[in-house]
């Protein structure tokens, strides 16, 4: 089996890498990856002498450089993570989020259908395409579109190419709609690892509004399995959610990484909440139990102190990304600079 991961270096990317590298020992993977900001290869240091797997700079808007990979590794199967992802960004520079998330899948979908071979697309998604629930309720796989950021908009716009590159052209598409995300190599700017570091320099810990969005936390590794086990079982054509159950307000969370830190609470600070924040997110992840019999591993009572500590245990990591020095990792590695 040969696997092309886009947006490998990226948080989830690097965990699914990890995941697919340890548990299918006979897969060959290719990870593109056009490196911006939030694409770190140190991710994946312990995996630079494996023959299984290898790395591409490669800008998933480029179509004739996606062409000729594509043309040069033959996948048997396409995971696609790579995107702009966080929310705040995308309320200031929206453009981005455009090209990556919504010109790039479909450039994906394109190379993929040239192969003229059966190639498994896994397109990787959010629950935020649904928009915002109220205080009951939960997303299911039927739930209207309803996305209120220029992120989760690029995101569902990205999710409809995929859902007409089934129906158009009978492309063996497969995608997933899953909660927020925690764990190892998370970039500093999202909330949980934001907390841990400024939590860990006793600087403020900037709370958005009154603090009570709440948000549907899963373990990383459980999102991974949960990909891995839609790319080999999914039903073509279908869309998965992925969850935890684990709905938390930040203000709970927030408290939980001080307590765990030993930090006094008088570090939160409420600022001035996101322009048209989401409040409240929740899935429904029955479908993929049910037919994938798929169900998370770990609990947040286990995973959160284990995140903690990962992100204690690497402060090198998180210093070497604030001071901007892990962007030298590639030029140290390959012996040329980033193209971007
Ligand atoms: P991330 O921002 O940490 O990583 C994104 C990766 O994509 C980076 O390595 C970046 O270099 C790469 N990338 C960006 N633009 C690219 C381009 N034009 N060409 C090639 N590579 C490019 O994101 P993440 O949190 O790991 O999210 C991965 C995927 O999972 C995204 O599609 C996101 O929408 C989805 N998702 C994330 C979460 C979450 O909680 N983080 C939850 C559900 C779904
Ligand atoms: P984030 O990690 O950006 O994920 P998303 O917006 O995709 O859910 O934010 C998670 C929640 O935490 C969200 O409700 C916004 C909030 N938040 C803060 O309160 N302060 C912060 O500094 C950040 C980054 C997020």
């Known amino acids: 089996m040969r696997v092309i991961i886009t947006g490998g270096a990226g948080f989830i990317g690097a965990n699914l890498v990890h995941l697919l590298h340890r548990e299918r020992p006979d897969w060959t993977i290719l990870n593109i990856d ?15 002498e494996s023959e299984r797997y290898r ?37 200031l520079d929206p453009m981005s989020f455009i090209r990556t998330n919504v010109l790039g899948t479909q450039i994906l979908l394109n190379e993929t259908r040239n192969l003229d071979k059966d190639v498994r697309f896994l ?4 629950d935020e395409v649904y928009g915002t629930l109220g205080a009951t309720g939960y997303f299911t796989e039927t739930t209207p579109y309803a996305p209120n950021s220029p992120y989760s908009a690029s995101k569902a716009g990205s999710d409809f190419l995929v859902r007409a590159a089934f129906h158009t052209h009978g492309m063996d598409v497969v995608t997933t709609n899953c909660s927020n995300n925690y764990g190892p190599y998370q970039f500093p ?34 999102h991974c ?11 073509a054509g279908e869309t998965y959610n992925i969850g935890g159950n684990n709905e938390r307000p930040n203000i709970e969370i927030v408290r939980a990484i ?33 037919e994938l019999g798929w169900e998370p591993s770990w609990t947040f009572e286990e995973a959160l102190p284990k995140t903690i500590n990962w992100y204690l245990d690497n402060r ?17 590695q390959y012996g040329k600079r980033l193209t971007d």
């Open 34 to 48: 056009a490196l911006t900001y939030a694409g770190n290869l140190e991710n994946l240091k312990e995996l630079e």
């Open 55 to 91: 790395f591409q700079q490669v800008d998933i808007t480029d179509e004739e450089k996606v062409r000729e990979v594509f043309a040069a590794f033959q996948p048997d199967a396409v995971m696609h993570l790579a995107a702009e992802s966080h929310v705040d960004r995308s309320i």
């Open 123 to 126: 397109h990787v998604s959010t």
């Open 189 to 222: 700017e999202k909330l949980i690892p934001l907390m841990i570091s400024n939590a860990v320099e006793d600087k403020a810990l900037p709370v958005y509004g009154d603090g009570m969005q709440v948000r549907d936390w899963l373990y990383v590794e459980d």
């Open 225 to 235: 399995s949960a990909m891995l086990r839609v790319l080999e079982k999914g039903k």
């Open 258 to 290: 001080l307590s765990h830190l030993d930090k006094p609470d008088s570090l939160i600070r409420y600022v001035q909440d996101r322009p048209g924040h989401d409040r409240r997110y929740a899935i429904d992840a029955s479908k993929i139990k049910n």
């Open 316 to 332: 090198g990591w998180v210093e070497r990304i604030q001071s901007g020095a892990y962007r030298d990792y590639y030029e140290e």
